[in-house]
């Protein structure tokens, strides 16, 4: 099979969307079939084999991502040259759209992963705020009834897109995760390379700082936290727009100095990070799914998280994790149960681990492949 995969979000950029392209398309491809991702240019980006890149400028509220601009002279003729039997749209703007547009024009099946809450995301709109809501509500349901596939990453976001109005079909493929890229991992990497004691319990968060993921809410709480076990200490990964004014928190809480902001990190340093930790801490009311959320269990990570949207389906509570109001007491108090409970940690973090392997991005993968092969068989009746 022939895949085409129109993203407005692209390698070297790193949030959760690159994370699942990356690993459908790596899965996709060892299965034996050809995957051409149409994605956004960066500066100094590596020229990739099957990966075509357009015209692109900085977005005005977040720098370090490219906007592409949506335009190909030569795209009709690369599509029909490439003889693309899917096309796979990861976002209803720019590129997606010019997805739908030559799905449309060849008769090619279209697909649409819902990776994102988008009216959760209006803070990135520079002008008009409070409408924006409301039309990026409509904006989705609208897009993803011109689809004749659309994929929800869990559950709860498949139940959202029908009760808002999608009448097309909506199937659950969450992202699965590579299970051997956790095999061989180094635990003490984090401890050793910032110094970090025996006794000093670790909290990590990995994930883009923006302020969809409610990071100074883990700030706050670590503070509280402090209060109780002194020496419990909190990294954060990544990067963001959002980065200066949580170093700047962090400063005004007085808790700076048990607060570790490791930037952006290569993907196998971040992987070694969560081997490394003792607990996965998560905020975001706004994920779909939360990928990190998994990867964190693959290692053996019990997780303490808010219960909202996707962090709901991929923490199983009381069992491999804790799930949460959001409230900063019944977090804090999570989190200090674990921290105290050696015992406890130890056997969610067991069950943490095996649950992960549910999620592995071949098994995944396997279910997406089928749903691209019954639409394409249902498309050739309908023309036949």
Known sequence: MRIGIFT????????????????????????????FVFGPHYPNCEKEDRVFRFISIPAPTQPDFSIAIPFS?????????????????????????????YAKRFKIPLVFTYHTLYDQYVHYVPFAKSISKKFMQKLGKDFCNQCDLVIAPTGIVEDCLKQAGV??????????????????????????????????????????????????????????????????RLVIVGGGPEEKNLHSLAEELEISSYVRFTGLLPRKQVINAYAGAD??????????????????????????????????????????????????????????????????RREMSQKAQKNAEKMSSYNQTKRLLKAYESLIKTEKETYA
């Not at 029909?80 to 739908?100: A, C, N």
């Open 167 to 232: 009448k097309t079909p909506v199937i659950n493929i969450p992202t699965g995760i590579e299970i051997d890229e956790f095999q061989d991992v180094d635990s003490r990497w984090l401890r050793d390379y910032y110094k970090y004691k025996d006794d000093e319990t670790i909290l990590l968060h990995v994930g883009r700082m923006g302020k969809e993921k409610n990071i100074p809410f883990l700030l706050k709480s670590f503070k509280n936290i402090l209060k109780e076990e002194a020496k419990a």
């Open 73 to 101: 002279p030569k795209l009709g003729k690369t599509i029909k040259k490439l003889d693309i039997d899917i096309i796979h749209v990861q976002s209803p703007f720019m590129l997606g759209r010019l997805g739908v547009k």
């Open 279 to 344: 607990i996965f801490v998560f905020a975001s009311l706004t994920e779909t799914q939360g990928l990190v959320l998994c990867e964190s269990k693959a290692v053996g990570l019990p997780v303490v998280a808010i219960r909202a949207f996707g962090a709901s389906e991929m923490v199983d509570n009381n069992v491999d994790g804790f799930l949460t109001e959001y409230t900063m007491e019944e977090f804090k108090d999570k989190v200090l149960l674990l921290l105290t409970d050696r015992e406890l």
């Open 8 to 35: 407005d979000s692209f390698r070297p950029y790193k949030s959760g969307v690159v994370r699942s392209i990356e690993s459908f398309s790596n899965q996709l491809t060892a299965m034996g079939n050809d995957v």
